[in-house]
Each structure stands twice: as C-alpha cells, then as structure tokens.
C-alpha cells in the first residue's frame, strides 16, 4: 500500500472535488434544461384543450386543466362565490347532466407572460338547451396559468358571468 504525502493527499482531494463539482454542473444543467418556460402557445394549447374536453363533457380531461390548487371566483348580480378544483368540477358535471346541446367557446387575449405564468382575458360562451329552453352563460375572466408538467393549467380565475 502507497502512502500518500501531503502534496498526494491535495491532490486527490482537489481530483475528487472536480468531479463532485464537475457532476453537480452536470446535474444543474440537466434541471435547469428540463424547466419548461410558459409560452404563448402553451396557452393557445390550454384554451384548445379545455374548448375540446368541454365540448365532449369530458370532466377527467377537463380536471387535468386545472390545477390542484385552483381557486376559482364567480360573481353574478352582485352576488360572488368561490370554488376549489373539486366544486367547480361538480358544479360542472351537474350542469351537464341537466342539460342537453351544451356547446363551449373560448378566447384567450392581453397574455402576459412571467416564468411559468401566463396572466390573460379569458371570454368564454357556454350554450345549452334545459326544460327546452335555449340558455347562454357569457364568462369574462382574468386568469392565471401556471405550468403542471409542461402543459398549462387553470391556477386562479376571477369572473363575471352573465346569463342571456
């Protein structure tokens, strides 16, 4: 067995340090390139995606777009509530379930991008048909997305809804 003097014994420390730092670069480059940014088309891909799982009353997709966290804020006729992921999908469900030709529309505008947010106008037009009656729900929103494993996803909405 070689014993290692001074000098050797520095010398294979600042080796072993290298590597340590030349792997931990390597790792932080990896992260750092597997962090996704939001983008205009990842909005563009969210209003697209929620527009297609609505109109196919598709509530397991429509609960991917939306976050865990979402707080959700409706104000009619003076009158506001808020709901969680959870609530708004039931709220959503048990109107499609009472309904019939239930048709949506929507339209991102005035994004505005910070790292993995995106603040935008959302209008959205539901329409259906209930107890033979044409009723439309006119949504003016101002949300924020947020990134949830590359995709965008619905974090908080605050919006007025008028019924025609």
Do not use: H
């Amino acid at each position: 067995m070689r014993r290692l003097g001074s000098k050797g014994l520095l010398a294979l420390l600042i080796k072993g340090a290298s590597i340590t730092a030349l792997a931990t670069g390597v790792s932080v480059v990896a992260i750092n390139a597997q962090a996704a940014t939001m983008s205009q088309s990842l909005v563009q891909n969210y209003a697209s995606s929620m527009k297609t799982a609505a109109n196919n009353k598709n509530i397991s997709q429509v609960s991917r777009l939306v976050s865990d966290d979402a707080l959700i804020s409706l104000s009619r006729k003076g009158k506001s509530t808020s709901l969680d992921k959870d609530a708004y999908l039931k709220l959503l469900q048990n109107s499609w379930n009472q309904t019939s030709n239930y048709r949506y529309d929507i339209n991102i505008d005035n994004i505005v991008i910070t790292g993995d947010q995106a603040k935008a106008n959302v209008n959205t037009t539901e329409s259906w048909v209930k107890d033979g009656n044409n009723v439309s729900f006119v949504t003016t929103s101002r949300v924020t997305l947020t990134l949830s494993t590359g995709n965008a996803v619905l974090l908080r909405a605050v919006s007025q809804v008028i019924i025609n």
